[in-house]
C-alpha cells in the first residue's frame, strides 16, 4: 500500500511561513488532502485536492503537489496554528482505500 | 451546520463487546459515505472502513476486517462501530468522518470529536 512520510515536527516563530512536507513514491501523480488536529478537537479538513481551500479556512494557508513531495504552506504563523499536521490520500486502486501521513507537530516557538 | 458527534469514552476489559456510535446532523445523512479512523496512543492515522448509508454497503481495510463490523441506522442518521471481542491492543480513540465523494478524491470534510477506548487485559 501507499507509505506517506511527514516530519514528526517543525517549528517556526511567530510570523514567519512553516512548510509541512508530505512524501510519497510519485505523490504528484495523486491528490493530497491536508488536515490539522488540536488536542481534545475534532481534525479539520484544510486543503483538499492538492490545492483547494474550503470554506472558511484562511488564505494563510496554502499547499502544492509534485514529484515525490506534496507541501503544506501557512504564512504569518501565530500560536493559534499550533496542532498536528497530517497528510491523506485517496487510494482507490488498493484495499487500503485511503492512506494518511504520520503526522506533524507544528510548533510555534 | 453539519456535525458528527460520537459517543463516550469506554472502559472495558479484553474479550468483552463494544459498539461506539457516530451520530450526523445538519445534512441529508445518507448522501454521504462515513469512515472509521483509528489513531493508537502515539501513532498515525489508520483507516478502518467505510460504510454508505444510503444502502449499508461498507468495506474494510484488510487489517481490520473480521475484527470490526461497521453499520447503519438510517432511523436516527447514526453509524456504528462494534467489536465482538475486544484486544488490549484495540486501545486507541477512533474517529468517524464523513466522506466528501462529490470531490473526486473523497476527502473528510467533517469528523466527529473521536472516542477513548481503552481495553485492559
Known amino acids: 500500500s501507499f507509505v506517506l512520510t511527514q516530519p514528526p515536527s517543525v517549528s517556526v516563530a511567530p510570523g514567519q511561513t512553516a512548510r509541512i512536507s508530505c512524501e510519497g513514491e510519485?505523490?504528484?501523480?495523486?491528490?493530497v488532502h491536508w488536515y490539522h488536529r488540536k488536542p481534545g478537537q475534532a481534525p479539520v479538513l484544510v486543503v483538499y485536492?492538492?490545492?483547494v481551500r474550503p470554506s472558511g479556512i484562511p488564505e494563510r494557508f496554502s499547499a502544492s503537489n509534485s514529484g515525490n513531495t506534496a507541501t503544506l504552506t501557512i504564512t504569518s504563523v501565530d500560536v493559534g496554528d499550533e496542532a498536528n499536521y497530517f497528510c491523506?490520500?485517496?487510494?482507490?486502486?488498493?484495499?487500503?482505500?485511503?492512506?494518511f501521513g504520520g503526522g506533524t507537530d507544528l510548533t510555534v516557538l | 451546520e453539519v456535525q458528527l458527534v460520537q459517543s463516550g469514552a469506554e472502559v472495558k476489559r479484553s474479550g468483552e463487546s463494544l459498539t461506539i456510535s457516530c451520530k450526523g446532523s445538519g445534512y441529508s445523512f445518507s448522501t454521504y459515505w462515513i469512515s472509521w479512523v483509528r489513531q493508537m496512543p502515539g501513532k498515525g492515522l489508520e483507516w478502518m472502513g467505510r460504510?454508505?448509508?444510503?444502502?449499508?454497503?461498507?468495506n474494510y481495510n484488510p487489517s481490520f476486517e473480521g475484527h470490526v463490523t461497521i453499520s447503519v441506522d438510517r432511523s436516527i442518521d447514526t453509524v456504528y462501530l462494534q467489536w465482538s471481542g475486544l484486544k488490549a491492543s484495540d486501545t486507541a480513540t477512533y474517529y468517524c468522518?464523513?466522506?466528501?465523494?462529490?470531490?473526486?478524491?473523497?476527502?473528510?470534510?467533517?469528523w466527529g470529536q473521536g472516542t477513548q477506548v481503552t481495553v485492559s487485559s
Open positions: 468522518a464523513r466522506v466528501d465523494d462529490r470531490a473526486g478524491n473523497h476527502p473528510f470534510d467533517y
Open positions: 491523506q490520500l485517496w487510494d482507490g486502486s488498493s484495499d487500503h482505500h485511503w492512506v
Open positions: 460504510i454508505d448509508p444510503a444502502d449499508s454497503f461498507d
Open positions: 510519485n505523490i504528484g501523480s495523486r491528490s
Open positions: 485536492d492538492d490545492s
